[in-house]
Structures are given as structure tokens and as C-alpha cells.
């Protein structure tokens, strides 16, 4: 036999192995749906969000999970669709399911996402809410197809609330915009007060036409005297319409936390510990820009995904639900402990970082504080505070 007869016989091998291989991987559909709405006015033009949060997160991990499913003929599917309204999203649902999709990423405010539960509770799908943060979504707008991996206001404001009690800043001012999303994150806040034996001496709610950005250094001060000292501020601004103007402007010289200066935040580019360095370039490479917290709430989504997938060799939703939320998951993310999910509500269990806009300061929960099966139970809700009961 020549040596051109042997080379064209390996070469036909090599096709026949490769195409075998193609027939007879096993594919899994997930669909990233993205809502889209028109921002509110605010003082400051300077806060433009990046229109891919979230896609660019899921997108990351899709790659990482094909890099590795190459090896075990797998491969994950991603679809991406970015609606208008609350009706294009629930259609596109719809639709993505009919065509076999089971496993969707929704990025999408409370009231679409609650639409979309209603929807798909009586069929086998698979939700991931990444961007939702209300509360009410964990304690009873109950759904056993949804996980969140998005934290819940509670979760953030118990990990302040458990910072300010390590650092005894126990007396509190509470400064909060005229929106409704203001009004739902002070009251997580005034929950978690009262759990950590914090003290609300006032609370203020910033309704001003006045320009900031002008006159910030004569409002602001006046704004905040009180007749009582407070150690700290805290600043429920969802928006960020005047957030940014409290810091170092205060009428008693404090710290402000919450919506600015000391945030609670899953996920940002200054954490660099447990190898999160090697997430953020890799991410920056992809990106163009440094990875957010709903970009993280993505990518752990479809971690999750991928994890299961790998681990039970199904493509099967209620299979890979029933191991996302066994005893036998635990995701490494990056944040010096293996991540699970709540069974009773589906809620991602996760560390929260305390940080400043250039470092991070702390993380919860805090050292010291106790729980009797997970210390991570002490950020959100625990079972006997909500209706859900799904095991």
C-alpha cells in the first residue's frame, strides 16, 4: 500500500469518526430572554447600565461548558432574544418552547418574570430568574420551575445589616427615592434592622427638582441633619438618581452604604480572590468590559446548567432540576465556597460582597455570625419566613 492510499484511508477515518462523533452528541436548548425598558430620568446622566448584562455572563459559561463537553459529546445550545414588553417576552416563551426549548434564562423585572411563572407552572420548563431582586418572588410568589440566582433585596440588606453590627455602627439614617423599588428595598432593610438589632432614628425620602449636580454641597447637608447622631446612612436609590451625591457630603461626617459609597453586591470587578482574577480577564476579553452582578447571576445560571448536565449525562429538565437542588450539587463560582440552592424557594445560597466602587471591604456573612445547618441561611429568607414549600 503507498503512502498516499495510507494517508487517504487514515484521513477517511478521521471524517467517519468525526461525523459519528457530531451524530451522536447530545444537545441541550437553553433560551436567554432580555426585557427591555425605558429607564426613568435621572440627575445624573451618568448611569447607563450595559444593554448586554446578563447575556454576556450566560454566553461566558456557554463557552467554558462546550469547551469541556467537546470531550463527552455535549453541547449546549444558547438562544438569545431581547423584547420590548412584558406580551413579546411571554410570546417568545411561548414559542422557544414549542421549538423543544425547557431551560430558560429570564432577564426581566418582577412582574414579567411572575407572568411568565404562571404561565409555565404546569408545564416541565426550568426558569432561572437573573435580574429580579423583590422579595416577594422568594417569600410568596412561590414557584417550584424557578430558581433565582439573582440575590434578593433581603439577602443584600441582611449583609449590611450584619456588617454594621461587626463594625457597631448600630444608628441609622435611612435616606430613600420616591420610587416604588425605593420603598420595597427600605423595607428589607428595616427587616433586616430588626434582626441585627439596628436602630432606624429617621427616615427620609429625597423628593427634590433641584439640580445635584450644581448644588449637591449645599443641599445634601441640609438634607441629612437630624436631631438625633446617626453612625451611618443608608441610601435606598435603586436608580441611582441622587445615590452618588450623599457620599462625603453629609451633615454629620459618616459613612453611606446601600445604593452608594458601601454597596452589597454579588458580583464586581474587584474581586479577585478564590481565582476570580482568571473569571474577570477572560471575561474582559469577551465582554470588552468588566463582568457585573447580573452578568455573574447569568453565568452561574448556566454553571448550573452545565454542572448537571455533565453530572447526569441528561437532557432531561426535570432530571437536571432534581440535581441542581440535590444534596449532591455544589458549584465552585469563585467565592471561596461551593454555592447550592434553597429547596423551599429556590433562592441561590451565596457569600455577598461588601464593597466601594475601587475595593472590596468585607464579605457576608459576617465572621461570628451563627446558624445552626448554614451560615449562608443568615443572608435572605430562611423556611419559616416564607409560604414556599416545594419539598
Not at 426585557?35 to 467554558?64: H, K
Not at 418572588?137 to 449583609?159: G, V, Y
Not at 440535590?326 to 433562592?347: C, V
Amino acid at each position: 500500500m503507498t503512502l498516499f492510499r495510507i494517508l487517504t484511508l487514515l484521513l477517511l477515518l478521521i471524517i467517519t469518526g468525526t461525523n459519528a462523533n457530531e451524530n451522536n452528541k447530545q444537545n441541550l436548548k437553553v433560551s436567554y430572554l432580555k426585557l427591555t425598558v425605558a429607564a426613568p430620568a435621572t440627575l445624573s446622566s451618568m448611569v447607563t447600565p450595559p444593554q448586554d448584562s446578563g447575556q454576556q455572563g450566560a454566553v461566558l459559561a456557554v463557552n467554558d461548558a462546550n469547551t469541556t463537553g467537546k470531550f463527552v459529546n455535549q453541547q449546549i445550545i444558547l438562544t438569545t432574544d431581547i423584547l420590548q414588553s412584558a406580551e413579546q417576552i411571554t410570546q417568545t416563551l411561548k414559542e422557544r418552547y414549542a421549538s423543544g426549548h425547557r431551560i430558560f434564562l429570564i432577564n426581566a423585572d418582577k412582574d414579567a418574570l411572575r407572568s411568565l411563572q404562571q404561565w409555565a407552572s404546569d408545564k416541565q420548563v426550568l426558569l432561572f430568574n437573573i435580574a429580579a431582586t423583590a422579595d416577594i418572588l422568594r417569600k410568596s410568589w412561590c414557584d417550584k420551575n424557578t430558581l433565582h440566582t439573582a440575590l434578593s433585596d433581603s439577602m443584600k440588606t441582611d449583609a449590611l445589616a450584619q456588617w454594621l453590627l461587626a463594625k457597631r455602627l448600630t444608628k441609622v439614617l435611612v435616606v430613600h427615592g420616591r420610587f416604588a423599588k425605593d420603598l420595597t428595598i427600605v423595607s428589607a432593610f428595616e427587616r433586616s434592622a430588626k434582626r441585627y438589632g439596628l436602630k432606624l432614628i429617621e427616615k427620609k425620602q429625597w423628593d427634590f427638582n433641584a439640580d445635584l449636580r450644581r448644588s449637591a454641597a449645599r443641599e445634601m447637608p441640609l438634607f441629612t441633619q437630624t436631631a438625633r447622631e446617626y453612625d451611618v446612612v443608608f441610601i435606598a436609590d435603586a436608580i441611582k438618581d441622587f445615590a452618588d451625591y450623599l457620599p462625603y457630603n453629609t451633615y454629620l461626617p459618616r459613612p453611606v452604604i446601600g445604593s452608594a459609597g458601601a454597596q452589597a453586591l454579588g458580583w464586581h470587578a474587584r474581586i479577585e480572590q478564590w481565582g476570580a482574577l482568571q473569571l474577570q480577564n477572560r471575561f474582559n476579553a469577551l465582554a470588552n468590559r468588566p463582568m457585573n452582578e447580573t452578568d455573574f447571576a447569568g453565568y452561574v445560571a448556566l454553571r448550573s446548567i452545565s454542572s448537571a448536565f455533565l453530572s447526569t449525562k441528561s437532557s432531561q429538565v426535570d432530571t437536571l432540576k432534581e440535581y441542581i437542588q440535590s444534596a449532591d450539587f455544589g458549584l465552585g463560582a469563585y467565592l471561596g465556597r461551593k454555592l447550592t440552592y434553597r429547596q423551599w424557594n429556590g433562592q441561590l445560597r451565596m457569600p455577598i460582597s461588601i464593597l466601594h466602587p475601587t475595593a472590596l471591604i468585607s464579605q457576608s456573612p459576617q465572621q461570628g455570625i451563627l446558624h445552626p445547618t448554614n451560615e449562608l441561611d443568615t443572608l435572605g429568607f430562611e423556611k419559616a419566613e416564607t409560604g414556599c414549600r416545594f419539598n
